[in-house]
Each structure stands twice: as C-alpha cells, then as structure tokens.
C-alpha cells in the first residue's frame, strides 16, 4: 500500500500536464512525453592573466516519463543566441550548426527499459573582453518521431573569482564492520582566481568514524553521525588539482551509511555561519593537508563562481543486519470511553537503521481497528488513513532513523462503541516499501507482527 502523501506529489503531477495540453493526443503521448535533463545554470570564468576564459562544459540529455517501449532516434536543437556577444561555442561531432547561434544535435534511440539517452556536450567559453555583467540563456527542444519535448534551458553568467570543486567518489558497498576505508576526492580550482584558503565540511553517518580527528579541524557530534569543519591553508590557483582523502571506519553499528564533503573559499563569515550554535571540539591529530596532483598559477581572492559541485555524497553500505520486533498493547473499557493503545517499533540491531538520503520512515505499520472500536484523530505527520478502504486501514510511521537498541511507540486512540470481549486487531509492518525495505536488513521477521488486544 502506498502512502497517500506519496501519491498526492504524482496526481498534481498528471493535473499539471493536463493543464499544459500534453492530454489531447493519444494516450502515448502523454506517458511518452520528452524531457530534456540540462545544468539549471553556469558561470563563464572570465579571462584570466593570459586574456583567455576557461571552457564549461554543458551536458544535455533527453528522457522520457517511462521506460516502457521503444523510442525512435531524435534530434536536440541548441539555441545560443542569447550568449552569443558574450561567450564561444564549441559543439561535437553529433552536432550539426545551422547558423551561428543554432545547432541540430542526433541523440540515439531509447529501448524499452532505457529512461534517457546522452543527447549533446558542448563547451562555452568567455569571450574577451566579456563583462561579469553579461548573462543570458542557451535553450533547447527536442523532437523524436511523433514525441516532442517540453523546453529545456540554462542560465549562463560571466564572472570572476575561484570556483573550487569535488569530484564524485563512487558509492561502496558490502563493507565489513569493523573494516576501515577511504573517500578518495580531488578537490580542484576551474576558476581564474585562486583560493587563498579552504574551508572544508565534512559530514560521516552514525555507523562511521573519522580514522583520525585532525588539529585544523573541529568536531560536532549529531544524532546522526559526526561533523567536521576543516580549514586548509594552502592556496588553490586555477588549474590546480588536489588529493582530498578521508580515511572512515565502519562501526559494528553500520549499515546504510553516507559520507557528505563540501568545499568552498575560506572566509570568517562563512566559518561562522557553518559553526552556528553549536559546540565544536578541535582534533588533536596530525593536521589535514592538500595534495597536489597538478599545478597553475595567479592570485586573489573572491566568492565561488559556480557552487553546483562543491557537495559530493558517497554512499557507504554495509553487510550488516537489523532485528525490528513490534509490541502491541491490551487495553479495556466501557462503552463510550476512549482508550490510548500503543504499538512499539524496537530495534534490537546489531546495526542501526537510517534513510539519510531517500528520507524514508524506518518502518511503516498497518492495522485496522479492533471490533467495536473507532480509531479517532491521529498525528498527521506520522499516521493517515487509506482512502480507497473507506478509512479503516491505518499507516503510521517511525523517523528516518532508529539507533540499535532504541524503540519508537505510537500511540492509538481508540473509542470503544461497544463492549467486543477480546476484539484484537494484527499490527505489522509493511516489509517491502520500495525506499527502505525491511526485509532486506532484518533477518527475523516473524516478530515484525503483533496485536492490540481490547476487553479481553
């Protein structure tokens, strides 16, 4: 059963569409209907000492609202008129320019199970001379067979200053607690100015631990995991390319974790606002240091031009498991009164259980009311009713998280209408919700059921 919640987000979906029209064709062209998948916006390094701007590289792919059937090979079409007194295009080989400003670009056809295809990758280049006031869109569209696309585009700026980056880690899998790893990263500069300094974030889930807590940074721990806020001394000039490894270890407790890390230039405001409120204990270990994979050089410093791969997550999952068991309650009273039945979600690990990225409920329980009983109003935000069942199936569910040994109880008003000796009702957990399924963690579970009991 899904939440309701869930299914609300894909009705105002299909209204939308409706809305804009895509509804008048057959039925096809709606579930058929293109996207194009573009960067939301980029910013053009302005020239540098040698008079030339560095190259951004927009990716542009097309899919489609499902991966049923086949769709025919397309064509994407570029419009870079808006950026043309600015910036310099260089297209590829897939794609054939009309005029200055417009390019037809073949994209590969979809079979069924594919949802998009690699549509174009071009680069744009300042021009010399070109303002930090200087912006504009490139548009796009798409058109494969009789499916055409809803517009696509990117907002494209001029500016000046460093603009650091992180390369994507790849997620791993299968680790052993107890073990210990490490997030390979580089950290580089594709700006024209340099960074005199780094400001680090770094973020491991409960599960984990920091191999080593470093002098030039400071820790906070969370309900969640640790936080770390690190600052580099060393300056990163455009061009340069930086190892940036975090060594972790995996807790008896690990299960679904993640590692977050960010960069950004170093400023006191910035420090202070990453800080908040919070207390923050300053490592004691050997300090965290840069480095280099490559050089360049220049100098001064300024706010990061394009902040949209400052953020990397990694995923870190571990082969671990997590017994959820379920207790229900009895509980007895007249005709007319209302009673609080309470169902407990425990967790008796090893691992604990978290949803850091999707944000799914741990567990998810279902029961109806017991005979002779009316469940009454119940918290929004972690029970509802399933319309379809005339409003006598009942979901609640626990937070994204749930430590080893912890448990989580709801509590269910119950009115009784009329006196049902040992009227019961099954409580049990929904196994294979497709954002956290608990039969893939939890090894037992016959005892994810349970049972409120009323006049026995």
Known sequence: MKNP??????????????????????A??????????????TVLPGADGDGDGRA?????????????????????????????????????????????????????EMPAGTESVPAAAFELRALPGAGVSASGYVRYSAVAGRLTSHPGETRVSVGNGPDLGLSQAEDQRGLE??????????????????????????????????????????????????????????PVAPGQRYALDTGLDVGRKALYE??????????????????????????????????????AAAAVTDPDLDPQDNDRTVVLGATNTADLKLTGSRVSGAAGDTVTARVSVLNRGPAWVASLGAG??????????????????????????????????????????????????????????????????TVETIDDDPELSIREFDPNLRNNRTEIVVNR
């Open 5 to 26: 919640h869930r299914l609300l987000g894909a009705a105002l979906v299909c209204g939308a569409l409706a809305a804009t029209g895509v509804g008048a064709g057959p």
């Open 28 to 41: 096809y062209a709606v579930e058929h209907q293109l996207w194009i998948g573009a960067p939301y916006e």
């Open 56 to 108: 951004r590289g927009l990716d542009v792919r097309v899919s489609r609202d499902v991966a049923e059937g086949r769709v025919p090979a397309g064509r994407l079409t570029v419009d870079v008129s808006e950026v043309a007194s600015f910036a310099r295009v260089s297209w590829p080989a897939n794609c054939r320019p009309e005029s200055e400003v417009r390019a037809v670009c073949d994209f590969p």
């Open 177 to 234: 607690p107890g073990s210990r790893t490490t997030v390979p990263a580089t950290l580089s500069n594709s700006g024209n100015r340099t960074a005199e300094r780094t400001l680090v974030t770094l973020y491991a889930s409960y599960g984990l631990r920091f191999t080593e807590r470093h002098t030039n940074c400071e820790y906070r721990e969370r309900d969640t995991g640790t936080s770390a806020l690190c600052v580099l001394d060393e």
């Open 258 to 295: 993640r590692f977050d890390h960010s960069v950004q230039p170093y400023s006191d405001e910035a420090l202070r606002e990453a800080r908040g409120d919070w207390t923050w204990t300053r490592g004691a270990g050997a300090e965290l240091d840069l480095r280099p994979v490559a050089a």
């Open 360 to 425: 799914a409920a741990v567990a998810t329980v279902r029961f109806r009311a017991p005979e002779g009983t009316t469940v009454l109003d119940l918290p929004e935000e972690e029970c509802w009713r399933q319309p379809e069942d005339t409003g006598t199936t009942v979901f609640c569910k626990t937070p994204i998280y749930l430590h080893d040994a912890a448990s989580y109880s709801f509590g269910i008003p119950l009115r009784i209408d009329r006196v049902v000796r040992g009227a019961r009702t």
